[in-house]
């Protein structure tokens, strides 16, 4: 049986024109016993076209989605555009108004608990609502990430390795046309309960990125997600226009690499990190990339961590304090 969302939402999305609202979540607390949390939305159509499903802030504490989307739903024109532009600037909205990686709500991460579910907390029935309800609106979903305040990345789009090659290769296209320095194909570590999972399952494209981290961002990061998501739009015909590319702006075309499971290096180690290379730096497998010391014993050897492949590191933990089994190093190889 199909349970139905208890989610409401403010917008039409069969209306043309452009509507700002929200989707109100039930949320009964001590402060406010028929209370709701809301989550804005933005709906921006003109008659008959693709649907993209815009996203940021699935993370609260990354940025460069809440600000470039946030900046999409003020300057796009509906006269302007051919189809329907759905975004969610801030998905997890109670996570990014407190500035965390998870909902302050219920403790869940969004990009954990897809599906989601109806009937559950207010991170699970939005995911349920996303799944649900958007979803099957949507051509093609770019869900915009960076590293948070415990990451910081080389900024990359990426797809992932998937069995129905076509579907890869479609989405390899609009990866490309979102047009990052680092275009990554790659193997996730953990991929129960993500949005790309769902939409890659429903056969849809996916793009997804990390740009930048530690819990700010840059011109340039803010710069790259802007033009991204205004290139994926131009790709799928909802913006006129071809794709603003690396080499009209006078930049090195977008750089193909691969990230397999031996792409990722953890910590066994609790203390304080030593990174010994840097952003983008080449490495070599087997090489010494971190040490790790132990708070209690400053006479004691450091653990060494070494890279796992040849590559570059794109991606590192922002924090210098590690716990063991915390994430330190992203290590990719040219394609
Ligand atoms: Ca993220």
């Known amino acids: 049986m199909t349970q139905h969302s208890r989610i409401t939402a403010s917008v039409d999305y069969e209306k043309n024109g452009k509507q700002v609202g929200y989707l109100s979540a039930p949320h009964s607390h001590n402060l406010s016993g028929w209370g709701a949390a809301r989550f804005p939305i933005a709906v ?96 093609a979903v770019a869900d915009i990430h960076s590293g948070g305040k415990s990451m910081f990345f080389s900024p990359f789009a990426a797809v992932h390795e998937l069995d129905d090659k076509a579907l890869m290769e479609k989405s390899r296209r609009a990866m490309l046309a979102f047009d990052p320095p680092i275009g990554l194909l790659v193997r996730e570590l953990d991929v129960a309960g993500t949005l790309d999972t769902e939409v890659e399952k429903a056969g849809k494209v996916l793009v997804t990125t990390e740009l930048g981290g530690g819990g700010t961002t840059s011109t340039a990061t803010i710069g790259l997600a802007e033009r991204g998501v205004r290139n994926l739009l131009r790709h799928f015909g909802v913006l006129d226009g071809a794709p603003e590319t690396r080499a009209s702006l006078g930049l090195k075309p977008t750089r193909l690499m691969v990230a397999k499971e031996d792409a990722y290096v953890a910590t066994d180690h609790s203390g304080l990190l030593e990174m010994l290379v840097d952003l983008d730096a080449p490495v ?43 994430f330190l190093a992203m290590i990719a190889r040219d394609a």
């Open 44 to 139: 921006i159509r003109n008659g008959s076209g693709p649907t993209m499903l815009l996203t940021g802030g699935n993370h609260g504490d990354e940025y460069e989605g809440p600000i470039a989307l946030t900046k999409l739903i003020q300057a796009l024109d509906p006269a302007r555009i051919q189809g329907r532009v759905i975004v969610m600037p801030f998905l997890n909205a109670p996570a990014v108004a407190a500035g965390t990686r998870v909902s302050p709500i219920d403790g869940v991460n969004m990009n954990r608990t897809f599906p989601g579910d109806p009937l559950g907390t207010v991170t699970r029935m939005v995911a349920h609502y996303v799944h649900s309800r958007l979803l099957p609106l949507a051509d």
């Open 284 to 326: 070599s497998a087997g090489q010494p990339i971190a040490r790790v010391y132990d708070l209690e014993h400053p006479g004691a050897a450091p653990a060494l961590y070494h890279a796992r492949s040849d590559g570059f590191l794109i991606g590192r933990s922002h924090g210098a304090l590690v716990a063991a089994g915390d």
